[in-house]
């Protein structure tokens, strides 16, 4: 099986994210943006009822009577479009066969989006139908999501995956865990009664992969089978999902490792590729570093990739990436006034970079301890963090580049380690260690640190919260000896009070060539 460079999950709706009437061309024109890309492979999601085909949206009339004035137009612009006789995701399929692209049938295996407002144009008729088989308190949205302990329930999904395999000649299906991964009721501890499930769904996808493999035979090709889980290997299977034992059973041809909403840049390829032998692995992130207002910088897209392919990921995997299929002068006018775009148009030029490390080798890093609490599969702190009085936290950060390599041949600019405080802006209050080396004591005849000129490590054109105020950042000049490829450990040491950090992050900057 052949490895993909970068792997993109596309929600399908977002394309009729612009102003009617849409044409041919706008739809057409989210696979064409890709040609000529680093891009392999699009997910794209699978609506329930294949785009509207099959009627299973609420009617358009009692939608105009239903829905919110500034309700995103989506589903009124497809549902328009396929009244016209068009069949937009098969449009889809066939563009990417066309212009070399392998497309996967995404299906979102428990969203629950809209699924707490009272109606919702978004919101199959099928889900009303099943209420009663609802998981209940503990999940997201008010425990919105299905339970698969019902076999009505893993019915409708396997018909849905069926339907889709049979319709349209694509090269795989997406089991998209992240939205959201429950699928059982936890009870009342961590693993709970859903781990104890752990079977129910494992014959689930056995299921799942027999509809996948009588497909296969018909067109006389292996259609390939993705499981896309947020969080750990550990995460997985305290919510049910036993990834190891797919994979030794055969049932998977890829893993995705992703997070739920929020960006996380700490994913255990390494380990993971030992526990799912013959699997290929791919990593990535959600779009978005602080939500709302934070997509997650280039530059970060960039070191987060460095770090997975040096750990031996296959690939690069994003969630949900929407602009790079999208013209945003196309965008309609309540986009325009509420946003909702997760990446900034000038992150468009990435889809040229994350796929090959050659390409990103010397580009401009940013590196970036995750928001994450810490847990069983987390045994060590993330952000916030707070620093008791007198007292020190360490931090991990992961480092892909090769930084000895690159400042032999003459190519480091520059490197600079920063810390943000909520609660602090006395420089002399505390200090940043770097694999235990003291950044603020190596300059004998200099401040503890310097008030920097700016509170940002490099522009970041889709941020919509303001940055932080300058006397709450601390930032250190490092020296590439210091820097290690692979793990790093930051140390933040107070000298006396306690404190709270809320952000630390690494800045590589490379000599343009």
């Known amino acids: 099986m052949k490895k993909r460079r970068i792997l993109i999950n596309n929600d399908f709706y977002n394309i009729f994210q612009v102003e009617p009437p849409v044409t041919d061309s706008d739809v057409l024109a989210a696979v064409d943006r890709l040609a000529g890309t680093q891009v392999d492979t699009l997910f794209l999601m699978t609506p329930t009822g294949l785009a509207g085909r099959k009627g299973d949206f609420i009617s358009p009339e009692l939608i105009r009577l239903y829905e919110h004035p500034e309700t995103d137009p989506s589903i009124r612009n497809l549902m328009e479009f396929c009244a016209g006789g068009k069949d937009p995701f098969g449009m889809l399929v066939e563009r990417a066969k066309q212009r070399g692209l392998e497309i996967f049938a995404s299906f979102r295996m428990n969203d629950t989006h809209y699924l707490d407002q009272i109606f919702n144009p978004w919101i199959p008729l099928s889900y009303y139908d099943n209420l009663h088989h609802r998981v209940g308190p503990g999940g997201s949205r008010g425990g919105a999501e299905l339970d698969y302990r019902k076999s009505a329930v893993r019915n409708q999904v396997l018909a849905q995956i069926r339907d889709a395999v049979i319709r349209y000649p694509v090269d ?301 950042v601390r930032r250190h000049p490092v020296r590439p000896i210091d820097l290690h490829t692979g793990i790093n450990y930051v140390t933040i040491k107070s000298y006396k009070d306690a404190m709270t950090i809320t952000d630390l992050e690494l800045a590589i900057r490379y000599q343009e060539s």
């Open 172 to 472: 795989g299906v997406e089991m998209d865990c992240t939205r959201n991964c429950m699928f059982f009721p936890r009870g009342s501890t961590e693993s709970g009664f859903a781990a104890e499930c752990a079977p129910v769904m494992t014959d689930f996808v056995r299921q799942v992969r027999g509809v996948l493999d009588e497909a296969g035979m018909r067109v006389g090709r292996r259609i390939h089978l993705c499981a896309t889980i947020p969080g750990s290997l550990y995460h997985a299977r305290s919510e049910g999902l036993d990834i190891p034992l797919w994979a030794r059973l055969g049932y998977l041809d890829l893993l995705c490792l992703s997070s739920p909403f929020v960006a996380d840049f700490d994913r255990d390829v390494q380990d993971t590729r030992l526990k799912t032998p013959g699997v290929q692995v791919y990593a990535g992130c959600d779009r978005n570093c602080q939500w709302p207002g934070r997509p997650v910088p280039r530059e970060t897209y960039r070191a987060m990739t460095m770090n997975y392919l040096q750990q031996g990921a296959d690939g690069i995997y994003l969630y949900n990436v929407m602009i790079w299929t999208l013209d945003p002068k196309r965008f309609p006018a309540m986009v325009l006034r509420h946003g909702g775009q997760g990446m900034s148009d000038s992150d468009r030029g990435l889809m040229y970079e994350l796929g090959d490390p050659s390409t990103l080798e010397y580009l401009d890093k940013l590196y970036m301890v995750s928001h994450a609490a810490e847990s069983v599969d987390r045994p060590y702190a993330a952000l916030p963090v707070t620093v008791p009085a007198s007292g020190e936290v360490t931090l991990r950060l992961r480092v892909g580049d090769d930084v000895a390599k690159a400042a032999a041949q003459g190519r480091i600019k520059a490197i600079f380690l920063q810390a943000v405080s909520s609660d602090c802006a006395d420089y002399n209050n505390y200090t940043l260690k770097l694999n235990s080396v003291d950044l603020s004591r190596q300059y004998a005849f200099l401040p503890y640190a310097d008030k920097p000129a700016e509170a940002l490590l490099f522009p970041e054109p889709g941020r919509s919260v303001p940055p932080p105020p300058l006397e709450n």
